[in-house]
């Protein structure tokens, strides 16, 4: 994972290769957030089984 500027911002980017395309994809995050990384993937994992669930 690498890191890109915009301005005086610095946000981490993905550099993805698929045949002979790159797709380059710069993360952002709300500053001002109250949910944490794990918190959201947490419930996406939920979210995923619960509607997996027959």
Do not use: A, Q, W, Y
């Not at 981490?12 to 045949?19: E, Y």
């Not at 001002?32 to 918190?39: A, G, H, R, V, W």
């Amino acid at each position: 994972m690498g890191r890109t500027t915009n301005g005086n911002v610095t946000k981490p980017v993905i550099t993805m290769k698929r045949g002979k395309t790159t797709f380059t994809i710069g993360l952002c995050f709300n500053d001002k957030s109250k949910e944490t990384l794990d918190d959201r993937i947490k419930k996406l994992i939920r979210k995923e089984v619960s509607k997996n669930d027959c």
